[in-house]
Nanobody, 128 residues
């Protein structure tokens, strides 16, 4: 059984930084595409960033709202993905979820319904 555990959320002032981690256990990590999504009350889960499986080149992709400020990376040896978030804004406030899936094609990378496994979420609050 695949399990995802996120950590690293918290409160920060605008302009600050946070680093989220997601450790994935139970399967061959390098075969999974892994992404970060976020959710605020009353809205749909929103794509943030994704790093593709090693077989797909391990490429990274970002939503326009975080491009240039957030960096996603993976450490296959530690079965972990990271989301480094810099220059945080109040509108980045949300619960951040780590998702993982296998065999995701290009058009499905930003669709949360295509991910098979999810973590429990971690709250990020950006406020002065």
């Amino acid at each position: 059984q695949v399990q995802l555990v996120e950590s690293g959320g918290g409160g920060v002032q605008p302009g600050g930084s946070l680093r989220l981690s997601c450790t994935i256990s139970g399967r061959t990590f390098r075969d999974y595409t892994a992404g970060w999504f976020r959710e605020v009350p009353g809205k749909k889960r929103e794509f943030v960033a994704v790093v593709r499986a090693s077989a797909s080149g391990g490429t990274t992709h970002y939503s326009d709202s975080v491009k240039g400020r957030f960096t996603i990376s993976r450490n296959n040896a530690k079965n972990t993905i990271f989301l480094q978030m810099n220059s945080l804004k109040p509108e980045d406030t949300a619960v951040y979820y780590c998702g993982a899936g296998r065999g995701l094609i290009w058009s499905s990378l930003w669709d949360p319904s295509r991910y098979d496994h999810w973590g429990q979420g971690t709250q990020v609050t950006v406020s002065s």
